[in-house]
């Protein structure tokens, strides 16, 4: 293995001339804009950031597109990405100020540096990868002067309007494009040559721009290895830095057997997209195993034939386009947003495959009434998610029913029914709040202003579909937790334009003149209380107890628990 050195600026040019390519194995661009940001901070200050691994090879092998444009390489040999793809995309996109593809959309990477950042360290990376500024907000009830004086202790964040506006601040991507510092500096309002700013400032930019001269160390694989060994060193590499999920390196290791498999998958991908439910590829992929070997897991995909592979997808295909029928057709759930789990397409698809897609009209009822029963019940997403699925998947491929099913979820939760003490402590994160939205719109709830019915598909920002708290968080902080405050019983359904013209009004305040205008039956479709002694901030865990009463009856009404 030979070893090399290159500038990000020299390995940014590469992309940009087609002399560095991804091969099939690859997974997709990923990153969030916390990691890029947390990633220009690293080679600001100098350190350490990995090495690239690449393989350098004129074996015609089946590629995988860069998320950034690129040129066509017009030289046989062609050097392979096989580690360092996300920060050299990453890298590029900024320098280039070109927008990346990420599941499907082009967007700009927008990353600001701060001209007035304290000299040292003083924010501490954090791991979960939200906005800066969604970060800081989500921590308490900061003011704005506090969370403006916390953001201005960090070096690097991902841009906000707000802080575009700022004079200190400067976008990343244009100090990138231009070697002059006369624009930055008199924007952040330093026009006196005496002013000390001027030094530091400069300095600064000239840092920044010094990322373009940061050397990678690069290890660079022979040209006598084949396919299929590159595809074994990327498995290890990966599965060793723990850098890959395992669909990630399932699809390296069915793309070194079955050249054009990831095209397949891209298009069938898409094929879904158009059918209203964006699927991420694993899931794709996580479906093919179970077609092919009957179980969930990815560590048998290395022992399958391109054989069996190829026809595995073929009915995994039929299954998924039966799975997607059946949820919008037969259960209502027109969106992957409504599901608790995608391991529900999965196990859909299997059962119409195992039943040869000849189902009865009870067997079709009993079907939908478990498919309700998990996605309120949280099936896949409790505990071990593989595992459940496997024991489910067991069940199928031995010839069990949904009866046998039912019986499974019943051991797993206890009891099929809906009770209000179920729903205590409950937010949006809850798969309970996916089924009140489904058994809220069978009844029939509207917005209270608009009286478009609810859904997931309404344009404009005044129809877009929010969720609202009753009781407006603002009301409650002094007397209640916000954990207490974003209860499911807080809860309701309605148009963007609607909650902002509500804001922070008690609902003593504002349920007079909306029943006025709409009638008392758009709250009743939410099973939202409007008893005059409920409505009072000093009652809310009393309108929280009815509101949960009411919601629990209505959701076993939908589900019909009662067969």
């Known amino acids: 293995m030979a070893k090399a050195e290159a500038t990000v600026e020299e390995l940014v040019g590469m992309i940009e001339r087609g002399e560095l390519r991804l091969p099939e194995m690859q997974r997709h661009y990923v990153w969030r804009s916390t990691r890029v940001r947390d990633l220009l901070d690293s080679l600001y200050r100098r ?67 701060n001209l007035d950042h304290p000299e040292g360290l003083e924010v501490v990376t954090e791991v979960n990868e939200v906005d800066d500024q969604e970060r800081i907000e989500d921590e308490d009830d900061s003011t704005d002067d506090e969370l403006q004086r916390r953001l201005n202790r960090m070096t690097f964040v991902v841009a906000t309007k707000k802080l575009e506006q700022l004079p200190q601040w400067v976008k990343v991507s244009e100090v990138f494009k231009s070697d002059s510092d006369r624009p930055f500096l008199k924007r ?77 998958l891209q298009e069938f991908q898409e094929h879904c997209v158009e059918a209203g439910f964006e699927i991420d590829l694993g899931l794709h992929l996580r479906n093919l195993v179970v077609f092919a070997t009957g179980q969930s897991r990815f560590q048998t995909v290395g022992n399958l034939s391109v054989a069996t592979l190829q026809g595995a997808w073929k009915e995994c295909v039929r299954g998924m386009d039966y799975a997607l029928n059946f949820l919008k057709s037969n259960a209502g759930l027109e969106s992957p947003a409504l599901l608790s789990s995608p391991f529900l397409i999965v196990t859909l698809g299997y059962y119409g495959h195992k039943r040869r897609y000849e189902i009865s009209s009870d067997e079709a009822e009993d079907l939908r009434r478990w498919l309700l029963l998990a996605n309120a019940k949280g099936r896949y997403s409790r505990g071990s998610s593989e595992t459940i699925l496997d024991q489910d998947l067991a069940i199928l491929r031995q010839g069990g029913g949904i009866a046998e099913l039912l019986a499974r979820l019943q051991l797993q939760v206890g009891r099929l029914d809906i009770f209000p003490e179920e729903l205590e402590g409950r937010s949006q994160r809850s798969a309970l709040f996916k089924t009140m939205f489904l058994a809220f719109s069978a009844a029939g709830a509207c917005d209270w202003r608009s009286n478009l019915a609810i859904a997931l598909g309404h344009r404009g920002a005044q129809h877009r ?30 148009g963007g334009k609607t909650n902002r013209q509500i804001s922070d009004k008690p609902p003593s305040k504002y349920f007079p003149q909306l029943i006025e205008k709409s009638g008392i039956s758009a709250f009743q479709a939410q099973c939202i209380p409007t008893d005059g002694h409920l409505l009072d901030v000093r009652a809310y865990k009393a309108f929280l107890q009815e509101r949960r009463r009411r919601v629990s009856q209505r959701l076993n009404e939908f589900l019909a628990t009662q067969k």
């Not at 708290?469 to 603002?474: A, M, N, S, T």
């Open 47 to 113: 350190y350490p950031s990995g090495a690239i691994l690449l393989w350098e090879t004129e074996e015609n092998v089946p590629l995988r597109e860069f998320a950034l444009d690129q040129h066509e390489n017009p030289y046989r040999s062609t050097r392979l990405l096989l580690d360092g793809q996300q920060r050299l995309t990453s890298l590029s996109a900024v320098i280039r100020g070109q927008p990346v593809e990420v599941r499907g959309r082009r967007r700009p990477i927008e990353i600001l540096f």
């Open 188 to 264: 952040a309002g330093v026009n006196d040559l005496d002013d000390p700013r001027i030094e530091k400032y400069s300095q600064r930019l000239a840092r920044l721009r010094g990322v373009r001269k940061y050397v990678y160390r690069m290890d660079i694989l022979e040209r006598s290895l084949s396919y299929d060994e590159v595809t074994e060193i990327f498995v290890r590499v990966n599965s060793l830095g723990a850098k890959l999920r395992s669909s990630d390196l399932a699809l390296a290791q069915i793309t070194a057997k079955w050249r054009g498999a990831l095209k397949a």
């Open 465 to 494: 579909l929010q969720f609202h708290h009753i009781f407006p968080k603002k009301v409650l902080k002094t007397s209640y937790t916000s954990r207490e405050a974003d209860d499911i019983g807080n809860l309701a359904f309605i």
